[in-house]
Structures are given as structure tokens and as C-alpha cells.
């Protein structure tokens, strides 16, 4: 099952603009991290965020982490036509002794950057 | 260095036959771990195997099952295929408890 969910499920903006995407989960993690994906090919990494962090920045990139709410958002800043793919948050639940360190997905936001 | 490499990219097999999908690992990762994409979804985890063991598995039924080599390389097999197998199969290695690297996938239809 999907613990995260983002939103919007789709976001488009022009070239320039900045996006905001946001993923709400339900259990405790010990990390929460951002996924790009484009066109149904293979996940690449953006940024991992801790559970006891609280803002990070990579590039263009910057990630809010609030455990409180059970929340994060990405906001990617000066958004290029190249950004456009969909957007997944992966929560990891605290690594536990013998367990495993399976990711938990969103259903992911589809962004389109129009130039 | 190379990533992670996943083979077939493509397959495409009919309901009941079965499937086996391979990955190879980024050198020096000891841990697989195996995700399934339906489209229009985010990824579900399947298995995760370090050390030639498994250490999780997600909410499959028996016809999914997987191994892990001595040099690390895994397969996922998959017997008495359904539609609803239908997917981007994706694995990721790591170094047990640090950042996953994902593969580019196998796109396996089934007819």
C-alpha cells in the first residue's frame, strides 16, 4: 500500500516559475526522501531529508521536513522545461534490527514545465 | 562507475508463463532490493535481500520470489503470470542502510 500522497497529482507552470509540491505520510520514518522519474524510466534521487531535520537545500532544490504534521514539501525554484517528470516522496520507516529498508512511495506529482 | 544495470529493458510474455528479471548491483552494494511501478502509480516495494538473505518483504503472494547471488546480482522471478503483473520492474542496491540507487528498470507486459 501507498503510505505518502502528494499534491497536486499535476502541476503545470511555465518556464521560470517556481513549484511547490507537497507529501504527506502516516507512520514514523527515519527518512524522508524526493524521487524524479521521467517518462516511466528508472527513479532518480533528489534529496534525503532526516527525521530530525527540518530544511535542506540542494541546488534549486529545497526540502521542508515537518514530523509533526507528517509532512514535506519540495519546492523547486527558476523551474526549467527540463524538470518536467513526476515528482515521488519515499518515506523509510526507523531501520529496526533484522528488518528491512523498504521505501513507501506516493502515487507522485506529474510536473510539466512549459517553455 | 557503472550504476545499477537491470535486464531485459523490455519483456513481454503471456498470462500463466513465467519470468525471470535480473539485476546487477553498483559494485561494492550488498544490498538488492526489488520495486513494483503499475503505471500511474508510485513503486511498491517487493523484496529487499542483503547478504544473500532476505531482510523484508512487501504485500505479494507466493508467485514472486527472488534470490541473491555470492557477487550480489539478483533475480526476481515471477510465475503464473497475470495481467495485473503488468509493470516497470525497478531495483535498487545500496550499502544496507544508506541511499538506494534505482535501476533503469524492466517494462514487462504481459498479454
Known amino acids: 500500500s501507498q503510505q505518502g500522497e502528494e499534491d497536486p497529482q499535476a502541476l503545470s507552470i511555465q518556464e521560470g516559475e517556481n513549484a511547490t509540491m507537497n507529501c504527506s505520510y502516516k507512520?514514523?520514518?527515519?527518512?524522508l526522501q524526493w524521487y524524479r522519474q521521467n517518462s516511466g524510466r528508472g527513479l532518480v534521487h533528489l534529496i534525503l531529508?532526516?527525521?530530525?531535520?527540518r530544511e535542506k537545500h540542494s541546488g534549486r532544490l529545497r526540502v521542508t521536513l515537518d514530523t509533526s504534521k507528517k509532512s514535506s514539501s519540495l519546492l523547486i525554484t527558476a523551474s526549467r522545461a527540463a524538470d518536467t517528470a513526476s515528482y515521488f516522496c519515499a518515506t523509510e520507516p526507523p531501520l529496526t534490527q533484522g528488518g528491512s529498508e523498504k521505501l513507501v512511495f506516493g502515487k507522485g506529482t506529474k510536473l510539466t514545465v512549459n517553455p | 562507475d557503472a550504476g545499477v544495470t537491470q535486464s531485459p529493458t523490455h519483456l513481454i510474455k503471456t498470462r500463466g508463463q513465467q519470468v525471470t528479471l535480473r539485476c546487477s548491483p553498483i559494485s561494492g552494494h550488498k544490498s538488492v532490493s526489488w520495486y513494483q511501478q503499475v503505471l500511474g502509480q508510485g513503486p511498491q516495494f517487493i523484496f529487499q535481500?542483503?547478504?544473500?538473505?532476505?531482510?523484508g518483504r512487501g504485500n505479494f503472494p507466493d508467485r514472486f520470489s527472488a534470490r541473491q547471488f555470492p557477487n550480489y546480482s539478483s533475480e526476481l522471478n515471477v510465475n503464473a503470470l497475470l495481467l495485473g503483473d503488468s509493470a516497470l520492474y525497478l531495483c535498487?542496491?545500496?550499502?544496507?542502510?544508506?541511499?538506494?540507487?534505482f535501476g533503469p528498470g524492466t517494462r514487462l507486459t504481459v498479454l
Open positions: 535498487a542496491s545500496s550499502f544496507f542502510g544508506a541511499r538506494q540507487f
Open positions: 535481500y542483503y547478504e544473500k538473505e532476505e531482510r
Open positions: 507512520t514514523s520514518i527515519n527518512n
Open positions: 531529508i532526516r527525521s530530525n531535520e
